[in-house]
C-alpha cells in the first residue's frame, strides 16, 4: 500500500513537472538545436557542428514526448489522494490476487497481468476500474480442491517465503524511490509550497531566462555576421 501510494504521488508530481518546467526545457533544447543546424550549414565542413546539431535535435525529441506523455498520462488535479475507501478495496482485491500467492508458473503469470491492471486504475484513481479487476478475478479463479493436510502446509509454507522475499523487494524500492532526484525535488516543492513558494514555477522561469539570455546573443550574432 505504501509503495503503490508512493508511486501514485511521485507519477503525478512527474507529470507537473514535465507540464511546468519540461515544457521550458523542451523550448530550449529546441532553441540550442536551431542554433547547431544554423552552425552546421554555415559550417557545413564541420563535424563538431553536425554532430552537436544532431544530438541537439535527438534530445528536443526526446523532451517534447516527455512533456506530451505527462499531459494525459495521470489523473486529473495536482495531488494523488487516494480515500480510505479506494485503499481498502485495493488491499482486499491485492490480497487476492497477489502473484506471490501462485502455486504453479501459469497462475503466476496470470495474477501478474491482473496486478498490473490493478496498480494502473489505483494510480488514475479508478475505483470502478478496480472492482472490474476483480470481477475478472472471481471469474476465472477455480480453487483447488481435495488437498491433503500435508499438500496445504507446503503451499503455505512456499507462499510464506515467496511473501519474504516480495516485502524485502519492496523495502529495497522504497528505499530507492525515496532516494531519487525527483523525489528529493518533490519533498523540497511541498517544504517551498508551505512559505507560499512555487518551486517548479522558479524552475520554469529560470529557464525562460536561459532561453531569452541564449535568443539575445544569437541576435547580436546574427547582427555581427550580416
Known amino acids: 500500500m505504501e509503495l503503490s501510494t508512493l508511486k501514485g504521488e511521485l507519477h503525478l508530481f512527474e507529470r507537473r513537472y514535465h507540464l511546468v518546467v519540461g515544457a521550458k526545457?523542451?523550448?530550449?533544447?529546441?532553441?540550442?538545436?536551431?542554433?547547431?543546424?544554423?552552425?552546421?550549414?554555415?559550417?557545413?565542413?564541420?563535424?563538431?557542428?553536425?554532430?552537436?546539431?544532431?544530438?541537439?535535435?535527438?534530445?528536443?525529441?526526446?523532451?517534447?514526448?516527455?512533456?506530451?506523455?505527462?499531459?494525459?498520462?495521470?489523473?486529473?488535479?495536482?495531488?494523488?489522494?487516494?480515500?480510505?475507501?479506494?485503499?481498502?478495496?485495493?488491499?482486499?482485491?491485492?490480497?487476492?490476487?497477489?502473484?506471490?500467492?501462485?502455486?504453479?508458473?501459469k497462475e503466476k503469470n496470470r495474477r501478474h497481468v491482473l496486478m498490473a491492471k490493478l496498480n494502473q486504475a489505483y494510480d488514475r484513481l479508478d475505483e470502478e476500474a478496480i472492482h472490474a479487476v476483480l470481477l475478472e478475478w472471481e471469474a476465472g479463479h477455480h480453487p483447488e480442491k481435495n488437498q491433503t493436510l500435508g499438500t496445504q502446509l507446503v503451499k503455505i509454507v512456499r507462499q510464506v517465503a515467496q511473501i519474504k522475499k516480495r516485502l524485502s523487494r519492496i523495502e529495497e524500492e522504497l528505499v530507492e524511490i525515496k532516494n531519487s532526484g525527483m523525489h528529493q525535488l518533490m519533498k523540497k516543492m511541498a517544504s517551498a509550497e508551505k512559505t507560499g513558494v512555487d518551486l517548479l514555477e522558479e524552475m520554469a522561469a529560470s529557464v525562460d531566462e536561459k532561453i531569452d539570455s541564449i535568443k539575445s546573443k544569437v541576435r547580436d550574432l546574427a547582427g555581427e555576421f550580416d
Open 25 to 105: 526545457y523542451t523550448e530550449l533544447d529546441e532553441v540550442k538545436a536551431q542554433i547547431l543546424e544554423l552552425a552546421s550549414r554555415l559550417y557545413p565542413r564541420s563535424d563538431e557542428f553536425r554532430a552537436g546539431a544532431q544530438s541537439a535535435r535527438e534530445r528536443a525529441q526526446g523532451s517534447a514526448k516527455a512533456t506530451e506523455d505527462g499531459e494525459s498520462d495521470s489523473p486529473e488535479g495536482d495531488v494523488f489522494k487516494p480515500n480510505e475507501n479506494l485503499k481498502k478495496l485495493f488491499r482486499e482485491v491485492a490480497k487476492k490476487i497477489h502473484p506471490d500467492l501462485a502455486s504453479d508458473e
